[in-house]
Protein backbone atom coordinates (compact mmCIF):
# COMPACT_ATOMS: atom_id res chain seq x y z
CA UNK A 1 0.00 0.00 0.00
CA UNK A 2 1.45 3.45 -0.47
CA UNK A 3 0.02 6.45 1.09
CA UNK A 4 0.52 9.86 -1.08
CA UNK A 5 -0.54 13.20 1.48
CA UNK A 6 -1.05 16.29 -0.06
CA UNK A 7 -3.09 19.78 0.93
CA UNK A 8 -0.20 21.34 3.48
CA UNK A 9 0.40 24.73 2.72
CA UNK A 10 1.22 28.37 4.50
CA UNK A 11 -1.98 29.38 6.51
CA UNK A 12 -2.24 32.32 8.91
CA UNK A 13 -3.79 31.46 12.50
CA UNK A 14 -7.18 31.41 12.38
CA UNK A 15 -7.55 29.73 8.61
CA UNK A 16 -8.01 26.66 7.27
CA UNK A 17 -6.32 23.84 5.77
CA UNK A 18 -7.97 20.05 4.61
CA UNK A 19 -4.93 17.60 4.13
CA UNK A 20 -5.95 14.37 1.86
CA UNK A 21 -3.90 10.85 1.96
CA UNK A 22 -4.76 8.96 -1.11
CA UNK A 23 -3.91 5.12 -0.91
CA UNK A 24 -2.85 3.16 -4.03
CA UNK A 25 -1.65 -0.54 -4.63
CA UNK A 26 -3.02 -3.12 -2.28
CA UNK A 27 -6.12 -1.21 -1.31
CA UNK A 28 -8.84 -2.41 1.00
CA UNK A 29 -10.99 -0.29 2.65
CA UNK A 30 -10.52 -2.34 5.56
CA UNK A 31 -7.83 -0.11 6.60
CA UNK A 32 -8.26 1.89 9.86
CA UNK A 33 -6.04 5.25 9.23
CA UNK A 34 -4.47 7.87 11.42
CA UNK A 35 -2.37 11.27 11.20
CA UNK A 36 0.33 11.96 12.69
CA UNK A 37 2.22 15.14 12.77
CA UNK A 38 6.41 16.32 13.94
CA UNK A 39 7.91 19.58 14.65
CA UNK A 40 11.36 20.69 14.39
CA UNK A 41 13.31 19.23 17.54
CA UNK A 42 10.06 17.17 18.73
CA UNK A 43 8.87 13.70 17.98
CA UNK A 44 6.14 12.18 15.77
CA UNK A 45 2.66 12.68 17.39
CA UNK A 46 -0.95 11.65 16.98
CA UNK A 47 -3.54 13.90 15.60
CA UNK A 48 -6.30 11.86 14.94
CA UNK A 49 -7.44 8.02 13.51
CA UNK A 50 -10.21 6.79 12.18
CA UNK A 51 -11.61 3.08 11.73
CA UNK A 52 -11.87 1.35 8.93
CA UNK A 53 -15.94 1.51 9.16
CA UNK A 54 -15.71 5.47 9.49
CA UNK A 55 -17.92 5.52 12.57
CA UNK A 56 -15.32 5.77 15.18
CA UNK A 57 -12.93 8.59 15.36
CA UNK A 58 -9.96 9.65 18.21
CA UNK A 59 -8.48 13.12 18.21
CA UNK A 60 -5.30 14.36 20.11
CA UNK A 61 -6.95 16.85 22.98
CA UNK A 62 -4.98 19.59 21.36
CA UNK A 63 -7.16 19.47 18.12
CA UNK A 64 -10.27 18.25 19.43
CA UNK A 65 -12.48 20.88 18.14
CA UNK A 66 -10.88 22.15 15.61
CA UNK A 67 -10.16 19.23 13.13
CA UNK A 68 -12.11 16.30 12.03
CA UNK A 69 -10.74 13.31 9.89
CA UNK A 70 -12.91 11.64 7.76
CA UNK A 71 -12.49 8.82 4.82
CA UNK A 72 -13.88 8.05 1.39
CA UNK A 73 -13.63 4.04 1.05
CA UNK A 74 -14.90 4.58 -2.42
CA UNK A 75 -11.88 6.78 -3.61
CA UNK A 76 -9.51 5.23 -0.47
CA UNK A 77 -8.76 8.55 0.38
CA UNK A 78 -9.01 10.03 4.18
CA UNK A 79 -8.94 14.19 4.96
CA UNK A 80 -7.87 15.70 7.72
CA UNK A 81 -10.11 19.13 7.72
CA UNK A 82 -8.28 21.48 10.18
CA UNK A 83 -10.20 24.75 10.90
CA UNK A 84 -9.30 27.59 13.27
CA UNK A 85 -5.48 26.97 12.95
CA UNK A 86 -2.49 27.75 15.27
CA UNK A 87 1.26 28.28 14.89
CA UNK A 88 1.79 25.53 17.41
CA UNK A 89 0.08 23.36 14.72
CA UNK A 90 3.11 24.23 11.92
CA UNK A 91 4.19 20.61 11.57
CA UNK A 92 4.99 18.21 8.85
CA UNK A 93 1.98 15.72 8.86
CA UNK A 94 1.74 11.99 7.68
CA UNK A 95 -1.31 9.96 6.94
CA UNK A 96 -0.64 6.29 8.05
CA UNK A 97 -2.82 3.28 7.46
CA UNK A 98 -2.86 -0.16 9.28
CA UNK A 99 -4.45 -3.32 8.41
CA UNK A 100 -6.87 -5.48 10.44
CA UNK A 101 -9.05 -4.72 13.72
CA UNK A 102 -7.13 -2.92 16.83
CA UNK A 103 -9.23 -0.91 19.82
CA UNK A 104 -9.24 2.43 18.70
CA UNK A 105 -6.70 3.54 21.93
CA UNK A 106 -4.54 1.48 20.24
CA UNK A 107 -4.82 3.84 16.72
CA UNK A 108 -2.65 6.34 18.94
CA UNK A 109 0.63 4.72 18.90
CA UNK A 110 2.46 5.45 15.69
CA UNK A 111 3.97 1.98 16.17
CA UNK A 112 0.73 0.03 15.28
CA UNK A 113 0.68 1.19 11.41
CA UNK A 114 2.17 -0.39 9.16
CA UNK A 115 2.14 2.35 6.09
CA UNK A 116 3.05 5.43 5.91
CA UNK A 117 2.74 8.45 3.51
CA UNK A 118 5.71 10.84 2.88
CA UNK A 119 4.25 13.82 4.80
CA UNK A 120 2.93 17.36 3.85
CA UNK A 121 4.33 20.35 5.51
CA UNK A 122 1.70 22.78 6.92
CA UNK A 123 3.05 26.20 8.68
CA UNK A 124 1.22 28.43 10.79
CA UNK A 125 1.79 32.23 10.77
CA UNK A 126 1.14 34.26 13.97
Known amino acids: VQLQASGGGLVQAGGSLRLSCAASGRTSSNYDMGWFRQAPGKEREFVAAIRWTGGSTSYADSVKGRFTISRDNAKNTVHLQMNNLKPEDTAVYYC????????????????????WGQGTQVTVSS
Open 96 to 115: AARAGRLALSYLRLASQYDY
